[in-house]
């Protein structure tokens, strides 16, 4: 039932920027966490960013510094501002939503980044 709508991936030179977004179609404060992931084919997916509903973010070593997730509410939706991107952060970018109550999680489909010269 709730689903979650993303957008924003491309084509990029290194070091360059994107902004991915995350459009849920319900009241995100309803989800204890919002968490950005990639996966590459061959490899398992992991976790690259992390807000909770306190507002309290989290990111791998391998993004620190050059990106950022953030929520706009009122939007109910979630972002992740990606600069100076490297050709490893190459994936496909996958949100993902938890809910306590009830403890579900839900997944978006992923868009492609493709970091390449």
């Known amino acids: 039932q709730v689903q979650l709508v993303e957008s924003g991936g491309g084509l990029v030179q290194p070091g360059g920027s994107l902004r991915l977004s995350c459009a849920a179609s319900?009241?995100?404060?309803?989800?204890?966490?919002m968490t950005w992931y990639r996966q590459v084919p061959g490899k398992q997916r992991e976790w690259v960013a992390q807000?909770?509903?306190?507002?309290?973010?989290n990111y791998v070593d391998a993004v620190k510094d050059r990106f950022t997730i953030s929520r706009d509410n009122a939007k109910n939706t979630v972002y992740l501002q990606m600069n100076n991107l490297k050709p490893d952060d190459t994936a496909l970018y996958f949100c993902?939503?938890?809910?306590?109550?009830?403890?579900?999680?839900?997944w978006g489909q992923g868009t492609q980044v493709t970091v390449s010269s």
């Open positions: 993902n939503a938890y809910l306590s109550v009830g403890s579900r999680i839900y």
């Open positions: 319900t009241s995100i404060v309803r989800f204890t966490q």
């Open positions: 807000i909770s509903n306190s507002g309290n973010t």
